[in-house]
Nanobody, 126 residues
Framework: VHLQASGGGLVQPGGSLRLSCAAS????????VAWFRQAPGKEREFVAG????????SYSNSLKGRFTISRDNAKNAVYLQMNSLLPEDTAVYYC????????????????????WGQGTLVTVSS
């Protein structure tokens, strides 16, 4: 499966963005999917994950309540709605997928994902 992330940009603190991850080559419903982010000089960080066949979601504890992951099967896409954005949310955001049915603790780990999108930059600044 090929992943294409989009929707990043410059937003003011307190604003919102919706990131999209479009899949081609296979149905997204067959994959566990997640969003990760990486800020300059920092390790890649789990943001939110969606288990295969919509069997559950998981969020980073520090982001829960502001970010929402969702899937649109008809469009073969996964979204990340980000609200109340903060300057520390500035990062390159990546979508990732794997055909395995990942348990929650594995969703959080980049090493379990075999497919990655190219990343989309989100900058939160006034």
């Amino acid at each position: 499966v090929h992943l294409q992330a989009s929707g990043g940009g410059l937003v003011q603190p307190g604003g919102s963005l919706r990131l999209s991850c479009a899949a081609s080559g296979d149905s997204f419903t067959r994959y566990s999917v997640a969003w990760f982010r990486q800020a300059p000089g920092k390790e890649r960080e789990f943001v939110a994950g969606l288990k295969r066949s919509n069997s559950g979601t998981s969020y980073s504890n520090s982001l829960k309540g502001r970010f929402t992951i969702s899937r649109d099967n008809a469009k073969n896409a996964v979204y990340l709605q980000m609200n109340s954005l903060l300057p520390e949310d500035t990062a390159v955001y990546y979508c990732a997928a794997d055909a395995a049915s990942l348990i929650t603790s594995s969703l959080w780990q980049p090493r379990y994902y075999g497919y990655w999108g190219q990343g989309t930059l989100v900058t939160v600044s006034s």
